[in-house]
């Protein structure tokens, strides 16, 4: 039914009037008055299942003014607010993306996207597939077929399909027990457009693609993970973080949940949304404009095993989920330690109902160590400062899976994004005494298969302003030469990357990709100012060209691609990554061949884990550490943590000090007089 324009304005004029930044995170108030302006386009009766409603960013052509502007504290325009909504019409495949302009009471969008574009999955729908499956009287014989002890309590994990799994049968009551140690050989196929079931595939567990009926499951002990179960160790002493002035960082609201971050020189704006979890805007050093935004922009995980229906496993969390709408409420003393600072996120629930998501960012501090140091031989004298870090994070849950993530500033003008991956293997079971070349067996009938985790990082740099290139750098020999007759010389060869591509790093030429502003130059050598990249290496995606997996995750094939800034292209691997075909993602842009020199830039940099299981990671893994570094490279005149203060016992009251250590200065030295000539300096006297 065609609505009204007077309807569509009553719905949203029903918001609550609000003065809030335009990169400030929807309001409740937003949320709903978008919501009942997306209702009012159909009849009351019509029930509509809403996916994301987050916030539709302004042009940046007019936010980067706007910014500019309100940081040097002076009058700013006043931009207009926008949601953009995803949404279902209820027990059908029709999925629509409409943008609302909250400000002018107008709905600007309302398309029904097409074939092979598919919301994200959400609560809602986890909990019908388990209700529909587990009710099911197919599944039900199935599960009959295992002849399982009275009292099994049957786990789905349902992420694109359906995977079956038990929890011990002799603790069944006990619902944090480990289901990933007691995998079934069923999986039911089931369709969200009607909610019903499809079939049920029966899962290979030798080592081909023969698959045999149910039959008995041969129970295996339990593998738990949590303490009650562990001999924990009597000989660990507390280790308190303690700061007894407080935080160093100062923070001030952007609008309902948005904040403002100020810490040793850096200025920063975090934002939330239910696709990326956190996001910086309008990132600063010292006054001077860094990046525009930098987010997580996906994540891929395709597995190995070639067999179906295992071929179909490849996870995109956030693409598939949303790094906001998995987001944990982090404990204080355990997520993160010392002087806290939290954030709440706010997205949509199902039914288009604002959602707050308690504590989704925790904001503090921690020591890294050393940042610099120097001892004078000759005198023994130690100058010295302690690297201070301020971390942004978060943490998410994917069904099996933790990613903790989270964006590190320190005190030398740098900037890290780290992933630590933790949680559970995905498992399925293996027949006893089988062993198979793409999976690691990590507990009897349970095999993990093989799998990357492939990351990709968004980076909208604004390096000393707009006009930005990426270059790279690469040492290379000299030849033999008169110049070089010892053969050991080499120089750095700066080359630039002229259209949009995908490049790829070369560790024996120590490739390095910089983002340069050439308008900018540093006083003291007159290079342009820049920023590097330092990313670890990863294996591109090993599924072949023409697999869905390499069609999908369009940025897995590159270590970085580089595109010309365009509003609204967001997301490496496309706006919907469910059941997605490909051809929307950064590798499509990239195949404009635009210019990308000295102009408004994108940088999408990849890395990632090859995850070949081991015994260890099971029942739960260590975590797996990555870090990509944003370092300035002739950006300052000087190390910019000389004005740190020295790191001092009064200051930091370890409760014990190791000896000065002194070498032996030589017995020598020479002084030079005021004719130029050197003289033997005087001996110094040893009492």
């Excluded at 956190?278 to 050093?285: A, G």
């Excluded at 989270?406 to 005190?411: D, G, R, S, T």
């Excluded at 900018?520 to 591109?540: D, E, L």
Aim: proline share 7%; charged share 25%.
């Amino acid at each position: 039914m065609a609505p009204e324009l007077d309807q569509i304005n009553a719905a949203l004029r029903s918001m609550t009037e609000l003065d809030v930044h335009p990169l400030a995170p929807l309001t409740a108030a937003e949320i709903t008055a978008s919501r009942n302006a997306i209702q009012s386009l159909y009849d009351a009766g019509k029930g509509l299942l809403f996916k994301q409603i987050t916030l539709q960013e302004p042009r940046k052509e007019l936010l980067s003014q706007y910014l500019d502007s309100d940081f040097a504290g002076q009058p700013v325009q006043k931009l207009d607010r926008r949601a953009c909504v995803n949404y279902y019409i209820r027990n059908t495949n029709k999925f629509h993306e409409a943008i609302v302009n909250l400000t002018q009471c107008r709905m600007e969008q309302n398309l029904r996207l097409g074939l092979n574009q598919h919301g994200n999955v959400d609560a809602e729908e986890i909990v019908a597939v388990e209700k529909v499956v587990l009710e099911h009287e197919d599944v039900k014989a199935e599960i009959a077929k295992l002849k399982l002890p009275e009292g099994s309590v049957i786990i789905c994990d349902p992420w694109t399909y359906v995977y079956m799994y038990m929890r011990d049968p002799t603790n069944s009551t006990f619902e944090d027990s480990n289901h990933y140690a007691l995998p079934l050989p069923i999986s039911p196929v089931y369709s969200a457009a009607d909610a019903k079931l499809v079939r049920i595939d029966i899962v290979p567990t030798g080592n081909d693609h023969s698959v045999k009926p149910v039959t008995p499951y041969g129970l295996k002990p339990p593998n738990e993970y949590t303490s009650e179960h562990q001999e924990l160790r009597m000989d660990l002493k507390p280790l308190n973080v303690v700061q007894p002035e407080g935080a160093s960082f100062k923070f001030r609201k952007m609008g309902e949940t948005g904040e403002i971050i100020e810490w040793q020189k850096w200025f920063f704006r975090i934002g939330f949304n239910a696709r990326e979890g956190t996001i910086l805007y309008d990132v600063r050093y010292d006054g001077r404009p860094l990046f525009y935004r930098l987010s997580l922009s996906d994540m891929s995980i395709p597995y190995a095993d070639p067999r179906h229906p295992f071929h179909k496993k490849s996870a995109f969390d956030l693409g598939d989920g949303g790094a906001g709408t998995l987001a944990n409420n982090l404990q204080l003393g355990c997520d993160c330690l010392g002087s806290i600072h939290y954030l709440d996120g706010l997205i949509c629930d199902s039914n288009g109902e604002p959602m707050r998501m308690p504590n989704a960012i925790c904001v503090h501090e921690q020591d890294a160590g050393l940042s610099w140091k120097h001892t004078n031989y000759r005198t023994g004298r130690a100058a010295l400062v302690r690297n201070r870090e301020l971390v942004v994070q978060s943490i998410i849950t994917a069904s099996n899976y933790e990613y903790v993530l989270a964006f590190v500033f320190n005190q030398a003008g740098e900037l890290h994004y780290e992933v630590r991956a933790t949680g559970i293997l995905s498992t399925q079971p293996i027949d006893d005494g089988v062993d198979v070349p793409w999976g690691t067996v990590v507990h009897p009938g349970v095999l993990a298969a093989h799998h990357q985790h492939i990351f990709s990082l968004r980076i909208d740099p604004m390096i000393d302003g707009h006009s930005n290139r990426l270059v790279y750098d690469e040492a290379l020999p000299m030849p033999r030469s008169d110049f070089n007759p010892h053969g050991i010389g080499y120089y750095s060869q700066e080359t630039i990357v002229g259209t949009s591509c995908g490049l790829d790093a070369d560790y024996d030429t120590a490739r390095t990709f910089k983002i340069q502003n050439v308008a900018v130059r540093n006083p003291v050598n007159g290079k342009p100012v820049a920023y590097k990249i330092q990313a670890p290496p990863f294996q591109k995606m090993l599924a072949d060209k023409e697999s869905f997996n390499h069609r999908r995750a369009e940025f897995a094939d590159h270590d970085i691609y580089v595109v010309p800034h365009r509003d609204g292209e967001l997301y490496s691997a496309g706006q919907y990554t469910n059941q997605s075909r490909g051809g929307n993602g950064v590798r499509t842009w990239a195949k404009r061949t635009e210019n990308v020199v000295d102009t408004d830039i994108v940088l999408y940099v990849q890395f990632g884990l090859q995850h070949i299981p081991r015994a260890e990671d099971f029942p739960v893994m260590p975590s797996e550490v990555l870090r990509v570094a944003l370092k300035p490279v002739n950006f300052f005149d000087k190390n910019p943590a000389l004005d740190v203060p020295p790191s001092a016992q009064e200051f930091n009251r370890s409760t014990l000090v190791a000896g000065a250590h002194q070498q032996p200065a030589p017995e020598m030295e020479a002084l030079v007089g005021k004719g130029g000539e050197v003289h033997r300096a005087p001996e110094k006297s040893k009492l």
